[in-house]
């Protein structure tokens, strides 16, 4: 996909999105628990990727500090 294709394409879901806003209010019960219902769960994976990236961001920009090494000594033969 060509990248005017991909910003025409989010443009007409934007405006679609804005449609609806400006719908909801004169919408059926059922229609605002539904999007309500959708909304939320965007929220939620969006807010959960965000604490993925976090974990791992800080996991690998600050490695948790290493204990005293020690030393390993060769064994004797008996």
């Known amino acids: 996909m060509a990248a005017t294709d991909f910003v025409q394409e989010m ?25 309500s219902v959708i909304l939320l769960f965007t929220a939620t994976v ?10 791992c961001c800080t996991h690998c920009c600050c490695p948790e500090p290493r204990g005293r090494k020690a030393q390993v000594r060769p064994m004797t033969p008996p």
Request: charged share 20%; proline share 6%.
């Open 46 to 55: 969006v807010v959960l990727l965000l604490v993925a990236c976090s974990c």
């Open 11 to 35: 443009r007409w879901v934007g405006e679609r999105l804005l449609l609806k806003l400006q719908r909801l209010p004169q919408a059926e019960p059922v229609e605002i628990v539904a999007f």
